[in-house]
């Protein structure tokens, strides 16, 4: 089963329009991370925002902020005042496993294309 | 400023061929991790390291290898390439994730992109 879902293989959004990216997440562990990375068209991954188990605050970070509703187990990101720069892939990501040992689980991405 | 390192960034090889790649951090992290990104598939671990000689499969180890021999140093083999094996492989790194900390941030190099025909 998967442990990571985004359902949106790509939106479109409009320059300066706010955008949320989907993310749903399964896990038992009651002590969990979720993230978020960015990765342009030249390929490297970029850490965007995290969010613990525990924090009792959504994550912001500038213009993404972390909408994390943990009974319905999603930690949707929202990028707020879109650029053309924000063009890009996104990657949900859950970290599991024991602590030292534990691992990041990653989603299959969302492409996000910002429009003039 | 370049901190993961993979050591080549596009790679050709045959069928059958071994074939290496390296991935060296300088940030002295004790944790290290392979990745394979497919379209449509995201990123899948392969393997991953937290400390010398010490490693752990990942979802998908069949058809690969790794090596720590060094604490800078992770390296990822595929004894005998495959065609389904063609793939971005990406190195991550990250320092062992102390009791209070909280993001612990993978750093992930710039991948090695492995044609195989």
């Known amino acids: 089963a998967q442990k990571i879902t985004q359902t949106q293989p790509g939106m479109f959004v409009q320059e300066k329009e706010a955008v949320t990216l989907d993310c749903t997440y399964d896990?038992?562990?009651?002590?969990?991370?979720l993230f978020w990375y960015k990765q342009p068209s030249s390929g490297e991954m970029i850490f965007l925002i995290y969010?613990?188990?525990?924090?009792?605050q959504n994550a912001t970070e500038g213009r993404y902020s972390l909408n994390f509703q943990k009974a319905r187990k999603s930690a949707n990101l929202v990028i707020s005042a879109s650029q053309l720069g924000d063009s890009a892939m996104y990657f949900c990501a859950m970290r599991e496993g024991a602590y030292n040992t534990d691992k990041l689980i990653f989603g299959t991405g969302t492409r996000l294309q910002v429009f003039p | 400023d370049v901190k993961v390192t993979q050591s080549s960034r596009y790679l050709v090889k045959r069928t059958g061929e071994k074939v290496f790649l390296e991935c060296v951090q300088d940030m002295d992290h004790e944790n290290m991790f392979w990745y394979r990104q497919d379209p449509g598939l995201g990123l899948r671990l392969i393997y991953f390291s937290y400390d010398v000689k010490m490693k752990e499969k990942g979802d998908i180890p069949e058809g690969y290898s790794v090596s720590r021999e060094k604490k800078e140093r992770f390296s990822l083999i595929l004894e005998s390439a495959s065609t389904n094996q063609t793939s971005m492989y990406l190195c991550?790194?990250?320092?062992?994730?102390?009791?209070?900390?909280?993001?612990?941030?993978?750093?992930f190099g710039a991948g090695s992109r492995l044609t195989v025909l």
């Open positions: 991550a790194s990250r320092p062992s994730r102390g009791k209070n900390s909280g993001a612990n941030v993978l750093t």
């Open positions: 896990t038992s562990d009651p002590s969990y991370g």
């Open positions: 969010q613990g188990s525990y924090d009792q």
